[in-house]
C-alpha cells in the first residue's frame, strides 16, 4: 500500500473512528462518573463505620459490584446484548457499546471514589458533626470536598481503563480505532495501519494522564 491510499485510509476510516473512539471514552466516563458516585456514597454511608450503618444495604451493594466487575469485559458484552438491545434498541455500533461499557465501567469508578471518601481524616467529619452539620453536607462539603485530588487521579486510571474496553468493543462491531486495526490492519496483513491505530491509543493516553495529573497538582 503506497502512501497515499495509507493517507486516504487514515483520511476517511482512521480520523472517523477516532471521532466514535472519543464520543464512547467521554459518554462512558460522565456516566460511569455519575453511577459511580451515587454508588459510592451509599456505599460509605452505609459501611460499618459509616454515617448511617446498614449491613444488608452495604452487602448487596458490595455483592452486585463485586459480581460486575468480575466480568471479563468481552464476555460482558455479549451478556447483556438483550439489556443494550432494549436501552438503544441495537446491539452494535458506538451507541450501543455505551452500555456495556458503562455497566463494566460504574462498578469501577465506585470502588475508587469510595476508597478516596474513606481515606478523609476522621477527625474532619468529627468536627463536622459536633458543629451540627448534616449527613449531606459531611458528604459532599468534607468528604468529597476533601477526597477531591484522589477521586481524579482515580478517574484519570479509569478513563484509560474505558479507552482500552472501547478497543475491545471494536471487536464485536462496536467501531472506533479497535475496529480499524483489527479490520484493516491485523485481518489484512497491513502493520502500517494496525501499528498507527496503537499509536492514536497510546497518544489518547498520554493526553489523557497529562490532563489528569495536571488537575490533581491544580486541587492538591
Known amino acids: 500500500m503506497d502512501s497515499n491510499s495509507i493517507q486516504n485510509l487514515i483520511q476517511s476510516i482512521v480520523i472517523p473512528e477516532l471521532s ?9 466516563t460522565i456516566l460511569s462518573t455519575i453511577i459511580g458516585i451515587f454508588l459510592a456514597i451509599v456505599l460509605v454511608i452505609t459501611d460499618r463505620d459509616g454515617l448511617k450503618p446498614n449491613k444488608y444495604i452495604y452487602q448487596i451493594l458490595n455483592v452486585i459490584i463485586n459480581i460486575v466487575r468480575s466480568f471479563p469485559f468481552i464476555i460482558l458484552i455479549v ?18 457499546a455505551i452500555v456495556p461499557l458503562t455497566i463494566a465501567g ?15 481524616d476522621r477527625g474532619l467529619i468529627e468536627a463536622a458533626r459536633s458543629f451540627g452539620g448534616s449527613n449531606v453536607q459531611i458528604i459532599f462539603r468534607i468528604m468529597i470536598s476533601e477526597a477531591m485530588p484522589s ?28 475496529a480499524v486495526a483489527l479490520t484493516y490492519g ?29 488537575l490533581y497538582k491544580l486541587l492538591k
Open 106 to 120: 460504574a462498578p469501577y469508578v465506585a470502588r475508587i471514589i469510595e476508597s478516596s471518601l474513606k481515606e478523609v
Open 20 to 28: 466514535k473512539t472519543i464520543f464512547m471514552v467521554v459518554t462512558t
Open 186 to 214: 491485523y485481518e489484512n496483513f497491513n502493520n502500517t495501519i494496525m501499528y498507527g491505530t496503537v499509536f492514536f491509543l497510546i497518544v489518547l493516553v498520554q493526553l489523557i494522564q497529562f490532563l489528569g495529573t495536571g
Open 151 to 178: 477521586i481524579i487521579a482515580g478517574i484519570t486510571l479509569a478513563v484509560i481503563s474505558i479507552l482500552g474496553s472501547t478497543a475491545m468493543a471494536g471487536a464485536v462491531g462496536a467501531g472506533g480505532l479497535g
Open 79 to 96: 451478556a447483556v446484548i438483550p439489556v443494550t438491545r432494549v436501552i438503544v434498541g441495537s446491539s452494535i455500533g458506538e451507541k450501543a
